[in-house]
């Protein structure tokens, strides 16, 4: 699936199941609440905190895919309602990132 596809299947979604969208500060906070639901998986994963029970850390990777994919609708949504396209964003954003860092990370020692 592309990005402009995923925007476009995500408006549909939002247009008939959701019926409309959440306003964008609403989406954006409920954006902030997924992100922090991918923080705590990843704490405990990758982290140093510990699961509460075996059968949190036995689906531990599966909602962590989950809540990315949760992070990744509620974006398109804001995407969507504020009229960016994502694929030009990205695309800007890694040109962007090319010119700025063609050296640096090449040059930093602690990548080494």
């Known amino acids: ?15 008939t199941i959701g019926i409309r969208y959440y306003n964008e500060l609403t989406n954006t906070a409920i954006l902030m609440e997924e992100v922090g639901e991918v923080a705590r998986l990843m704490a405990r994963l990758y982290g140093e905190q510990s699961f509460k029970t075996k059968l949190q850390e036995e689906s531990a990777k599966e909602d962590l895919a989950d809540e990315m994919a949760d992070v990744l609708f509620v974006l398109i949504c804001l995407a969507n309602q504020t009229g960016i396209d994502l694929t030009t964003a990205l695309e800007k954003n890694l040109n962007k990132k090319t010119q700025r860092d063609a050296d640096r990370h090449a040059n930093n020692q602690k990548l080494k």
């Open 1 to 15: 699936m592309q990005i402009q596809e995923a925007q476009q299947i995500v408006d549909r979604w939002i247009n």
